[in-house]
């Protein structure tokens, strides 16, 4: 047997596989590891494309952790019951308050420092670079996944629950917003990507959208690479790529167009 340490220099390796299950079952916390912990009546819908690509990788490396809490284990009752109609009448069903509770206070057990906790909604605080950038500063986040009508507002206050939204539409659950913000997230940890410029010239790394990208061949059904980008002189293709994504925000999104203009105001004041 090989004395020699693994990528993950000794700390405990967690392996993707096509069973999701099995890379959820409970495992140590490893010692300065970002950790994101889901509260969802659907465990097996993760890891899913979180366990693939550069994501996976980073998992099975030890470069971030996972671990699912089933809502379904609190329910009540033979049945597991984990809902119940609406206080004042109303279609549809809601998440139990003592069911929450029992779950996030079995999530949140032993966990310290900078550790949010976040309901995903669609009320909440929309999804931006920024916020992912703070995420991936903390030490690990809980997100509770909700179903049906919602949870009851109780839990959301008792707990001081951040509310974050994927965006101005209705999904049936939680859960694909869930993974849509540890992917955002998780890419952000040093070491995941390999490539730490490659963060640094994306969408909204700068308030701007991205420029414009090619690659090979050099013409393809008639059209060509912009003559700037074979040139080989770095300052003009910088030059242009920032022109090209000044243009496309203002054009695309005025809202992101009127912060850059701010923030390029209050920087030269």
Request: proline share 6%; glycine share 10%.
């Amino acid at each position: 047997m090989s004395d020699t340490p693994s990528k993950s220099h000794g700390r405990k390796a967690i392996r993707p596989s096509l069973k999701p299950r099995e890379l959820m079952t409970p495992t140590p916390d490893l010692v300065g590891v970002w950790k994101a912990k889901i509260l969802t009546l659907f465990p097996t819908a993760f890891p899913g494309v979180l366990g693939e690509s550069l994501t996976g990788k980073a998992l099975q490396e030890g470069l971030w952790q996972l671990e699912t809490v089933d809502l379904r284990q609190f329910g009540l009752t033979k049945h597991r019951n984990v809902d119940d109609t609406p206080a004042g009448g109303g279609a549809g069903m809601v998440l139990r308050p003592d069911v929450l509770g029992n779950a996030i206070e079995h999530a949140m057990e032993g966990v310290q420092g900078n550790h949010p906790l976040i309901y995903l909604t669609p009320r909440g605080k929309p999804m931006d670079q920024a916020m992912m950038q703070n995420l991936a500063r903390a030490d690990g986040v809980t997100l509770l996944c909700g179903r049906f009508e919602g949870v009851d507002e109780r839990v959301l206050e008792h707990y001081n629950i951040q509310e974050v939204s994927l965006g101005d539409f209705v999904m049936t659950g939680g859960e694909l917003a869930a993974q849509a913000l540890i992917d955002a997230t998780v890419r952000l940890i040093p070491g995941v990507l390999g490539n730490q410029a490659s963060t640094e010239e994306e969408s909204f790394a700068s308030g701007l959208l991205e420029h414009p990208q090619y690659t090979r061949p050099a013409e393809w059904k008639g059209r060509k690479i912009p003559d700037v980008l074979m040139s080989g002189h770095h300052g003009n293709v910088a030059k242009w790529r920032h022109q090209l994504a000044e243009e496309i925000t203002q054009e695309r999104r005025p809202d992101l167009w009127e912060a850059y203009l701010k923030s390029k105001e209050t920087k030269s004041s």
